[in-house]
């Protein structure tokens, strides 16, 4: 009898195994899948990632260059996007918007930022950082020095 129990056993660890082994199997291709899956997801939302900065870049670039063009005819800067979506108010009514179609708010839904001392105005977003305030007065030293993305822009540029 102690024969029949061992065998049974034996047997039964046999089917345990070939179990598993059919288990791994169909998981492993599943679990490959699920890793490419997740590779594919980042490399999207890089790339999602990549397009919403270059989109910024270029609306800050944008804009920048509409601010300069505001000091040009009006002999002062901007003091928000604002004024280059709506124009200079002159008397009773509005002159012409230097951008009537810009883009109020960056790809991460903060809005576009103005500042500026006498002869250089800083334009920039947040690149969806929180609560990040830049300065004409005080730049970043370098691109490296900041998660936004901006312009520092002089008369003379």
């Given at each position: 009898?102690?024969?029949?129990?061992?065998?049974?056993?034996?047997?039964?660890?046999?089917?345990?195994?070939?179990?598993?082994?059919?288990l791994?199997?169909?998981?492993?291709?599943?679990?490959?899948?699920?890793?490419?899956?997740?590779?594919?997801?980042?490399?999207?939302?890089?790339?999602?990632?990549?397009?919403?900065?270059?989109?910024?870049?270029?609306?800050?670039?944008?804009?920048?260059?509409?601010?300069?063009?505001?000091?040009?005819?009006?002999?002062?800067?901007?003091?928000?996007?604002?004024?280059l979506?709506i124009?200079?108010?002159?008397?009773?009514?509005?002159?012409?918007?230097?951008?009537?179609?810009?883009?109020?708010?960056?790809?991460?839904?903060?809005?576009?930022?103005?500042?500026?001392?006498?002869?250089?105005?800083?334009?920039y977003?947040?690149?969806?950082?929180?609560?990040l305030?830049?300065?004409?007065?005080?730049?970043?030293?370098?691109?490296?020095?900041?998660?936004?993305?901006?312009?520092?822009?002089?008369?003379?540029?």
């Amino acid at each position: 009898m102690h024969l029949r129990s061992i065998i049974r056993n034996i047997k039964d660890i046999i089917i345990c195994i070939l179990f598993g082994l059919m288990l791994l199997g169909i998981c492993a291709p599943l679990i490959r899948l699920s890793d490419e899956i997740d590779e594919w997801g980042q490399r999207a939302y890089q790339e999602a990632s990549q397009n919403a900065r270059q989109n910024a870049y270029y609306d800050v670039l944008s804009i920048s260059n509409a601010a300069k063009l505001y000091h040009q005819k009006y002999g002062e800067w901007p003091e928000t996007v604002e004024d280059l979506r709506i124009g200079k108010k002159i008397g009773q009514s509005y002159d012409a918007p230097l951008m009537p179609y810009l883009h109020e708010k960056d790809p991460w839904g903060n809005e576009y930022k103005i500042s500026h001392t006498d002869s250089q105005i800083l334009v920039y977003c947040t690149a969806g950082v929180k609560g990040l305030e830049l300065s004409a007065a005080h730049p970043p030293a370098d691109v490296t020095d900041t998660k936004a993305i901006y312009r520092l822009t002089t008369l003379s540029d």
